[in-house]
């Protein structure tokens, strides 16, 4: 396996397989991998002859100071955990990818999806997010990508931008790996306490209980959101945000939805924690 910390060293490598003709899939990280992670690689194994995984705690798109500096860096552990599920990782650093500073970097930004739901609680979150992939993209000419459908809002903003500037990469879209109690595995999950972890899957759990009710026919949406908040709130959590929308625009439901998403948001302890589930509308 290459680990690679510079561009010179990452674009020759790139330009020898291109020329092969190998198709590059590319895993976009933020490092301190787990099973989820692994799974977004092996889907893009199986599509593609070199896999590429970049591990960035990007600056641009953390909004609390305090979140970015505490984030955890597990650079020996990941590239162990990797194995021989890719050929390259992909380690630049802050000063690498903005050189001349982030206020003077030129931004992508995607309308609308970048401004609603997650990207309202979180301000600037997506710009960070969109820019960077897009410099990713650049830099590893992927022919496909792989991400999470756990940060469900982050795919819809990468399919978006991807479609937008007409870039040549496939965006695949893999569905959220758990745990055994339907937590939803995610980097931040290592901040809970022991109390905290076994507290967890109630997100999932009252989730999964709005799901049903909505199956069974229930469309008092502000309803569902209050209870829902309510069941989080007694059982320990703060809530940030309970959202139900359409699945495919991410706007209000309307007489046309023909599924919808329900996107959870929620504090407990130290962690914020996501999740989400689609709901076919009969
Ligand atoms: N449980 C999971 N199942 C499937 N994909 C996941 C899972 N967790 C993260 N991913 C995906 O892995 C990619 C990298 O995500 P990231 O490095 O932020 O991991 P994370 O565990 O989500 O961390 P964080 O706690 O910061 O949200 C994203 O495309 C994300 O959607
Ligand atoms: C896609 C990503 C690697 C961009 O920094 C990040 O938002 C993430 O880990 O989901
Ligand atoms: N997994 C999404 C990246 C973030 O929360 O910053």
Known sequence: MHLVSTIEQ???????WRRAGLRIGFVPTMGNLHDGHLELVRRAREQADRVVVSIFVNPLQFDRAADLDAYPRTLEQDCAHLGELAELVFTPTPALMYPNGQQQQ?????????EVLEGALRPGHFDGVSTVVCKLFNLVQPDLACFGEKDYQQLALIRKMTADLNLPVDIVGVPTVRAGDGLALSSRNGY??????????ELAATMGWLAERMAAGERNLAQLVADGRERLNNAGFRTDGI???D????????GDSRAAVILMAAFLGKARLIDNQVVQLG
């Not at 809970?192 to 967890?200: C, K």
């Open 243 to 245: 959202d139900i929308v």
């Open 106 to 114: 030129t931004r992508v930004s995607v309308p609308g999806v970048s």
């Open 192 to 201: 809970l306490t022991g109390a905290e972890r076994a507290l967890a899957p």
């Open 10 to 16: 990452l674009r020759a490598i790139i330009t020898d």
């Open 247 to 254: 699945a495919g625009t991410l706007t209000p439901l309307t």
